[in-house]
């Protein structure tokens, strides 16, 4: 059974930095690649960034490149996301995600469709 937790998010003002983190249990974290979403009142999900299941490959939506790095720790099975220089707009819930399939067998790691599993979300909050 796969769970995904996350956990950091909290209220910060603009252009303060911030770290959340995830940990993921149920299968062999270093198979499968991995994502943070977001979804703000009234919006759409939409994928912030992801990174491929060995660590080399990641992508960026292009309104957070440059800000926000994700990492993932195989000892930990765990992945980050340092935001910094945060906006109002960041306001949002963050999901952890895992893809369904292992390897690059769901396809390219920008791919939003591939990612199967969802974590309960932690609430972001960047106050002007």
């Known amino acids: 059974q796969v769970q995904l937790q996350e956990s950091g998010g909290t209220l910060v003002q603009a252009g303060a930095s911030l770290t959340i983190s995830c940990t993921a249990s149920?299968?062999?974290?270093?198979?499968?690649?991995m994502a943070w979403f977001r979804q703000a009142p009234g919006k759409d999900r939409e994928l912030v960034a992801s990174?491929?299941?060995?660590?080399?490959?990641?992508y960026y939506t292009e309104s957070v490149k440059g800000r926000f790095t994700i990492s993932r720790v195989k000892d930990k099975n765990a992945v980050y996301l340092q935001m910094n220089n945060l906006k109002p707009e960041d306001t949002a819930v963050y999901y952890c995600?895992?893809?369904?399939?292992?390897?690059?067998?769901?396809?390219?790691?920008?791919?939003?469709?591939?990612?199967?599993?969802w974590g309960q979300g932690t609430q972001v909050t960047v106050s002007s």
């Open positions: 149920g299968r062999p974290f270093s198979s499968y690649n």
């Open positions: 995600a895992q893809a369904g399939e292992p390897l690059d067998r769901g396809g390219l790691v920008s791919s939003p469709r591939q990612y199967a599993y």
């Open positions: 990174i491929r299941w060995s660590a080399i490959g990641t």
